[in-house]
């Protein structure tokens, strides 16, 4: 029998049957990359819908662009210039692509509502996670003291090379001086301060240890492999 692709599966929604959150690992390249072989790029999608239960059909892709920009769905399809998406409605799988950017998984359980952000170190720079929060907040009427939110795997702190002039945009606390007189930039720890500035519990977030850079078996990294890098999906559906 062959071995079926290793998918991640954030814990911290293991008690809602409504919903399904999942992201894949470097077994499957997802995205047409330029390196990419576009017949096995389309083998492996089916192979991982298949895998998660879910169809082509269902599928909400936004066309990323590094951006704060964030769209709300109510229906499958393409979106356009948009970095985050978020819906209130059953059978539709909201879908990000990552290879170093940190796939961000809110949920509210008391509206029924949910969002998926594609978030780097440009989309942080313009609060797309702050701003995402508050979009919730005016089309779905959701609380931030209500939501659960999961950062997914992304390049770390450990890993994360920057240049000074983050110094520019970040508070100093989520930048590491190294001894290579570089600084490492902490992502998670950004995204993580944009919730809770959002009016989101800190007991409510939870971070995944995972680093795209050094974990080379598991995941795609750009920042490690360049153009070669192919990218992962991060998935996020209300079940109908």
């Known amino acids: 029998m062959k071995k079926l692709p290793l998918l991640l599966k954030p ?19 997802l995205n047409f990359t330029d390196n990419a072989n576009p017949e096995l790029v389309k083998e492996n999608r089916k192979i991982f819908l298949a895998q998660i239960g879910v169809s082509e059909e269902q599928l909400a892709i ?43 998984f809110v949920f509210d359980p008391v509206k029924k509502a949910i969002a998926l952000i594609h978030c780097g170190w440009r989309g942080a720079k313009e609060k797309i996670v702050e701003k995402t929060i508050y979009g919730m907040w005016d089309s779905f009427g959701s609380n931030p003291s209500d939501m659960i939110a999961y950062i997914g795997a992304c390049a770390s702190v ?9 110094e520019k945009f970040f508070n100093p606390r989520f930048l590491r001086f190294k001894r290579d007189r570089k600084y490492h930039f902490d992502l998670k ?24 850079i050094c974990e080379d078996k598991l995941f795609h990294s750009y920042r490690r492999d360049g153009d070669k890098s192919g990218r992962m999906w991060a998935v996020f559906g209300l079940n109908s």
Not at 11 to 29: C, G, P, Q, R, Y
Not at 82 to 99: P, R
């Open 158 to 166: 450990c890993c994360y090379e920057v240049d000074f002039e983050f």
């Open 11 to 29: 814990e911290v929604f293991s008690n809602f049957d409504a919903i399904l959150a999942v992201m894949s690992t470097k077994d499957l390249n």
């Open 189 to 212: 720890g950004e995204i993580y301060a944009q919730l809770v500035n959002s009016g989101v519990k800190f007991w409510n977030i939870s971070v995944s240890k995972h680093c795209t």
């Open 62 to 104: 936004p066309k990323q662009i590094h951006s704060a920009n964030f769209c709300v769905v109510n229906s499958p399809g393409i979106y356009e210039s948009c970095d985050a998406l978020m819906t209130n409605k059953t059978g539709i799988y909201l879908v990000v692509s990552v290879a170093d950017c940190a796939p961000v």
